[in-house]
Structure formats: structure tokens, C-alpha cells
């Protein structure tokens, strides 16, 4: 593989080309935007690097993009999963420079999807490239699997899935992401937290009133102040009845944490935050193990063990500038849920209507906008040894090993569906800003990332 | 007075001129927005009219404009307190025709501010001429005071009576406003709610970040989520230390409401609503009585006699179409309170920063926009004789008299300040959508409001 890893060297100008020239395109799924033509300049990168690729779609879907390149001869087979959508940019003010305009500046590369997920398309894509410009050929048969919907979450790759079975087979899976700590250790995501996202909306009357009859006129926003209070107190406890039954998380999770350096203050420091949330209190992790003693630990356990039901944002009334008095006419509130393996979006959402009915919020209106499980890979699976061996080549390091990672995404399709151990690795960094302003990765870390994925292929060639 | 009457009636369509003519000017206060224009008109409104004024300045206040009239021989002073700023217009999609471009449809005129409050402006300055041209004098002395900062909270009104305290003294005052009921009978109110405006802020994170943090970083809307739970419960009571205290209304208030007609159904359909807010309680009027057994007497006790804390408008994190998953840096909510005549806004304020230092809301920020106390006119007062003589005469029934108004003025000028018996009465009915889109009043009810102007100068001209 030498002469694979001289080849990213050698052409990795044209590679950080071909990364700008996809970061350009503003493929915002929840905004319906440029999807066409991301895809088509993918399916064009795939055709340029010797891969078969064709364009899989379904009606009321994003296409999802599939490449393969199968060997004459080949025992294994991995498949990597990635999505070309991204996250809206806004707020665009806050831009150093403009999200779809990719800027080199500092050793990094700034643009909106750069780090969540188009760095790992272009770097997965080039790995297999390199190999197979250099040997003539593959040691394994690969697959590629480019959704356009993650960010909207991933509704259409299960019915994908379901039609396209038979393409979507291999032995082992890479997925989507993975970062660098401070530390310099990359990190290995053996799963990935559920999602349940929500809008909660309130009407009272049928325009705005004077707020001088606010003694009568209902507000809405007061109900969703009321309905919103009755889901969770103050330490982050979520108060459905229910909702923490069926979570399935281990010692062995937690233990796993415990590698994980964590520097309190300065993940303050980096977030420009005085205190945390709420502490581990013991119930976000279901019944089987506590807040311990170590701040640092609970931290850990706050971030990637509890269950969380977060407000994404909220609307009502007057928002402009100066002042207006009325009581206004609706009320809208949107909110996710992070959810762990066991809990499902389908039980949270049976839950939640028990809750509306025996609470009487049956004038909260519930739109729910989309959901996945939460699944993930046990610590003893062949996927992680692999990983593991391949990250040491590339880092000369170990790696970081989550039980999950901090964010969702849909691994319950490769883990749970088609029976794949599928692990999560990629080119970000602890500073890569994910769906935030000024979203980044550096060049050093993605050209890794792609040395990365041919030391992956190596070693699963062994087996 | 009756060719003053006759006047009025010969002229009215000039008048309806002129009346569209200040309303097609938006002269927004909170949006410092035609504000020049406005008294420009008005000034020349009043000259036309026969009448001496000038504008009164203030460095960092929109102008007063004073207009008076002294006749050779008089022996009382009559004062008008109008206000030629008017509410924002928005939301503008809600307007059947544009909100600064006055429309006569179904014997109304529709703009913003023709009800709040431009109708009276040109009803009074225009009774005044009526008599002035057939009479060639007044009985007695006039005064105007028309502000532009009513609906940014008057806070420049006290600073112009402090300054022109002379030009302000009279022997009655009368207010800005008064509607007609849904049977006719018009309003005439003894005084109006207190109001203190405020903006509540809190910032976390010092951007949004991806919400698979949500354990870790604080949410700023569930921070005020529990702030605003802290602030009222869920009947409407406002759980804020010593806030009823020292309310001051007396059974006389009460006694009142009870000549008032109120269908509750009716109202409900009229505002679309299945229920109104929480019931009247008890609490809401201090310590001196509480909820009746009718219906009816609690809505009204609700609306008139309950102080309220009420929700703006409320904003944080991502509010348009679609999903996006975040916790927001920062949340913003804009609350109101409705005060009674012993309440100030100087004691909530610092109530309210006793309440946050004991509940440890110290990440609140809290921005006091504006306020000022409740004031209201005893109905012994000769001032109230006065009105119900002229309402008889010119509607041909008996008024229906309010302990307050529904909505808030700063009165407390008049009444408190200058010492002058002070009600109101004007030109709008229950349909005119105060503060609302498609703001309106009727044409005849203007025309009526004119001459009820006349025959309290003619009243008035026998003490």
C-alpha cells in the first residue's frame, strides 16, 4: 500500500480541488437546495477516480448516490456510508467568510458541509482511487452509500434499503465521521445516539390582541411555557412517563468514557461557557449506573450517555426591535430528543400523547418531523480491531473509542437492519465548528483521513 | 351649540379628509418613523381650524404639540390628551388593504391608528373649530396636548409637564380614548392600567452548538422557560413577592362592571377563542374581594381589574421552515405587565430584582423599557357629571362607565401629577381592532365623537 499512500501525497492538490469544488454547492436539504447538482459533480468525482457509480431514486426522495468497484478476486467486503447534504448556514453574519465560497485560511478549509460530510465523501472516494491507480486493482470489494437526507433524518435511506438490498450487503461498514481531540488522538464512534425532532404549536385566538386583554385572551406562548415546563425540569430530567424504560447502555460504556480525557475548564473555555448543563444526575442513563464522582467523568456521561430534549428554537409575536404589547395569536416551539439503544422514536411519540392526554395539553399541537433509533457496535467486534490497527499506522497513535457518538445519525440501517459491525471514523477535529458558523477541518487531517481509509482496506484484507 | 352641530355635519367630509390625511402618515414610534410628517399635518390641521399651537421640544423626545384657544372671558379650562404615534403594522399580510393608505369600506375607514388614536385628534380639533366658526368665540378655554411617544410608554410626557407645567393646568382633562359596545351605549373610562415593559435576555454558549451537546451545554429558552414559570402559574397568578400588595381598588370598581353587558359566548366567538384565560381568582384584585358566581362579573373582573403578566413575542435559535439541530446561544422574550392604581413600575422593578437575586436567575438579563402607574378619576367626580350629560345628549343614552380601560395610558399625568379630573371618551366601538390588523372605526361613530366634544364644551361652559 505504499505507493497508494505516495499517491495521496502526490496528487492531494487535486483532492482539496475536488473537496471546494463540492463545498461550493449549497446542498441544504431542509431547504431543498442544490441537490442536483452536488449529486451530479459526486457522480462525475466517482466516474474521474475508476469507480462504478450509478444514481439510485425513489420518488419524494433525494437520490442517494452508490458507487462499487468489486475486485476479480476478494474475500471482504466494506461499505461506507456518507451524506452529501448539509446543515442551513444561518446565522450568515457570523462568517468569517461566506459558508459556500470555500477559504483556505490558517491551514484549514472553511465551508458549510466541509467537515459534516464532504471532507469524508472526497477522502473515501480518493482512498480507493489511490489504491486502485497504484496496485490496478482492489484487495476487497468496496461500496459507497451517498444519502441526501441526513440532515433532514434520513427518512428515505430505509426504504432505500428495502428495495436495494441486495447492494447494500458487505462485512464490515465505516461511517460518516470521526474527530481529532485537543490531544491529537483521533476518535473511533462505535454508534451513534437516536433523534426524534418536533414542533410544538399552540393557537389561541384568531389574531393578535391587545395585550391590555391578556387577563382573558389565552397566550400561547404561556401554554408552551406550561407544556414545555411538564417535559423536563430543571435539571434536565425528561418527565414523560416512560421515556428512560427500555435504554439499554452497559458498564461497558461508561468504562469506555473513562479513557477519554476531558478538561472541564477548558471545553468551558472553548464554548464560551460559565457553567454546564444540568449534572449527570444517575437517571439519564437509565437504571444501571450513577453520577460518579469525577466532575470530568460526569461530563463525559452528560455528553454522550444522557438522553437529552433539547429547544431548537422558538417563535411568537412581536420580535422586532422597541416594544409592542399584544397577546399574540400562536405560539411555535421546535425540539429534538436524543435518544439511546432500546429507545426507539415510535415509543417516545406513543409516550408523548399519553402525557398531552393525562396532562390535558390537547390544544398543543404535535408535528413530528422525523426519528431514528440509536444503534451501535459491541467494543469486541473484528470492525473495531481493524480500525484500531489501521488508526495506529496512520496517527502512530491509539484511538479514541466512543460507545456512541455525540450526535445521531441513521447507523441503525447498516447495525440493525442489514447486520453490519459499522464503525465511525473521518477528517474533523475537535475545533471543526459542526453545524455552526465558520464550519472547518484542516488540511492535515484529511489528507490523514485518506491515508486512513487505504490503511482500513489493508487490514481488512487480511481477514 | 346646535349651528356648531350643524357644522360639523356640513363639514364632515373635510374632516374625513384630514383624518385620512394624518393616517396615511406611519409614524411609528418604536420605529422612529414619520414622526416629523405627522406633527407637520397636525399643525397645519390646527391653523386651518382657527387655533394657536405650537410645537414643544425636547432634546431626545418627539415633539408636543399644544394647541389652546382662550377666549376673552371664561371661567373653566378644558384639556385634550391625544397621542399621534401610532403601533407598528405588522403583520402587514393580514391587512385587506395597506395599513397607511386609508380605505372607506362598509362605512368604516381602515388604517392603522384611525382608532388609537388619529380619530380623536381631528374629532376634538375639529368640534373646537365647529363652535369657534359658527359662535366666533369659545365658552371656555381649550388646551391640546398631543404626544408621540404614547405607544413607546409617554416616558417624555412627564419631563414636558415638569417644563411646561403653566401651559398644562386645567379644570378638566379628557383622555385619549372611548369605544362604543357591541349594543350601542358608549364607553366612557375613569382611568387606565399601569404598564411596565420588559425584555428579558440570556445568553449561554457563545454561539449555537450542534444539539448532540445538549447534556453539556446549557439551552438559553429552557432557561427561560423556567424564569417565566418562576414569574406567574398557571391560573394567570403572578408569583412575584409582594406584587398585589399594594393594590388599591375598592368595591366601587367592582359595582361598576356590574352595569356592564357581557356575553361570554359572544366574546369567545369574537376573539375565536374555545376558552378564555385563567379565571378570575381572587387574587387578581388584591385584597379586597374576590370571585363572584357569575360567569360574566369574572370575565370582566378578568379584564379589568386583574393585573397580568403577559408574553410579547418570544425568539431564539433556528424558527424557519424545516428542522435544524441546535442549542441556541441566545433566547429573548419581551413580557408586559398591567398595573393597578397603588402598583409602580419602580416597585416591580424592584421586586422583580428580588425575586431573580432569591431564585437565582442572576443569568437573566433584564432590560426595563418603559412604564408608568395607573391612574383613575373617583365617579363622584363633577368631571364624570359632565360626560354623562353630554353622552346623553349626543347618543341619546346613558354611558357605560369603566373603573379603567382595558388597556394602559399614562393618565397618571393628569390625574396624579397635575391634579385634573380627567375621563375618556372617542370615536371607536368593539370592532376596531386596536393594535390589531384592519384597525377601523365607523364612520358614523366619528362623526358622533365630534359633536359629543361640542356638548362637553357646552356642558362645561355651565359650572
Redesign the interface.
Known amino acids: 500500500m505504499q505507493r497508494a499512500l505516495e499517491y495521496v501525497d502526490e496528487n492531494f492538490d487535486t483532492f482539496i480541488e475536488d473537496l471546494k469544488s463540492i463545498c461550493s454547492i449549497p446542498s441544504i436539504s431542509?431547504?431543498d437546495e442544490g441537490i442536483k447538482e452536488c449529486v451530479t459533480r459526486i457522480k462525475e468525482i466517482f466516474e474521474e477516480s475508476g469507480l462504478n457509480v450509478q444514481i439510485l431514486e425513489m420518488e419524494g426522495a433525494n437520490p442517494v448516490i452508490y458507487g462499487e468497484y468489486k475486485p476479480a478476486h476478494y474475500s471482504k467486503t466494506i461499505i461506507f456510508y456518507n451524506h452529501y447534504d448539509v446543515?442551513?448556514a444561518?446565522?450568515l453574519e457570523?462568517w468569517t467568510s461566506p459558508p459556500f465560497e470555500p477559504a483556505i485560511r490558517d491551514g484549514k478549509i472553511f465551508a458549510r458541509g466541509v467537515a459534516d460530510n464532504k471532507g469524508n465523501i472526497i477522502a473515501r472516494v480518493k482512498a480507493v482511487e489511490s489504491i486502485l491507480k497504484t496496485a490496478g486493482d482492489l484487495p476487497v470489494a468496496v461500496k459507497f452509500v451517498f444519502e441526501g437526507e441526513e440532515?433532514?433524518?434520513g427518512v428515505s435511506l430505509p426504504k432505500y434499503i428495502e428495495k436495494y438490498k441486495d447492494l447494500f450487503e458487505a462485512d464490515i461498514g465505516v461511517w460518516e465521521s470521526g474527530d481529532r481531540h485537543e490531544n491529537g488522538r483521533p476518535s473511533v464512534k462505535l454508534g451513534y445516539?437516536g433523534?426524534a425532532?418536533f414542533e410544538f404549536f399552540v393557537k389561541?385566538?384568531?389574531?393578535?390582541?391587545?395585550?391590555?386583554?391578556?387577563?382573558?385572551?389565552?397566550?400561547p406562548?404561556?401554554r408552551l411555557?406550561?407544556f414545555?415546563?411538564s417535559l423536563?425540569d430543571?435539571k434536565?430530567k425528561i418527565l414523560i412517563e416512560g421515556f428512560y424504560e427500555d435504554i439499554n447502555i452497559s458498564k461497558e460504556d461508561e468504562e469506555l468514557l473513562k479513557q477519554i480525557p476531558f478538561d472541564v475548564e477548558e471545553?468551558k473555555k472553548e464554548?464560551?461557557?460559565?457553567?454546564?448543563?444540568g449534572e449527570?444526575q444517575g437517571f439519564?442513563a437509565g437504571k444501571n449506573f450513577a453520577a460518579s464522582n469525577s466532575t470530568s467523568l460526569n461530563?463525559l456521561k452528560?455528553?454522550?450517555l444522557?438522553p437529552?430534549?433539547?429547544?431548537?428554537?422558538?417563535?411568537?409575536?412581536?420580535?422586532?426591535?422597541?416594544?409592542?404589547?399584544?397577546?399574540?395569536s400562536e405560539?411555535?416551539?421546535?425540539v429534538?430528543f436524543?435518544l439511546f439503544p432500546g429507545q426507539t422514536p415510535e415509543k417516545l411519540l406513543e409516550n408523548l400523547h399519553e402525557h398531552i392526554e393525562k396532562y390535558g395539553f390537547s390544544?398543543v399541537e404535535v408535528k413530528y418531523?422525523?426519528g431514528y433509533e440509536s444503534a451501535k457496535t459491541p467494543p469486541s467486534s473484528f470492525a473495531v480491531d481493524i480500525i484500531r490497527d489501521a488508526t495506529r499506522k496512520t496517527y502512530g497513535m491509539e484511538p479514541l473509542i466512543y460507545p456512541v457518538?455525540?450526535?445521531?445519525s441513521p447507523i441503525y440501517n447498516f447495525i440493525n437492519k442489514l447486520g453490519i459491525p459499522t464503525v465511525s471514523t473521518g477528517a474533523e477535529y475537535w475545533g471543526s465548528?459542526?453545524?455552526?458558523?465558520n464550519e472547518n477541518i484542516r488540511i492535515e487531517d484529511f489528507r490523514l483521513a485518506i491515508k486512513n481509509i487505504v490503511n482500513i482496506i489493508a487490514e481488512l484484507s487480511k481477514y
Open positions: 431542509t431547504q446543515q442551513p444561518d446565522p457570523l440532515e433532514v433524518g445516539k433523534l425532532f389561541k385566538a384568531d389574531r393578535d390582541v391587545h395585550s391590555g386583554r391578556a387577563g382573558l385572551v389565552p397566550n406562548v404561556w411555557v406550561e414545555l415546563s423536563r430543571e434536565g471545553v464554548y464560551g461557557l460559565a457553567e454546564f448543563a449527570f439519564e461530563a452528560s455528553l454522550y444522557k437529552t430534549c433539547n429547544i431548537d428554537g422558538i417563535k411568537s409575536g412581536y420580535i422586532g426591535e422597541g416594544t409592542k404589547t399584544i397577546v399574540p405560539a411555535l416551539v421546535k429534538d436524543r390544544d418531523h422525523y457518538s455525540v450526535g445521531s465548528l459542526v453545524h455552526s458558523p
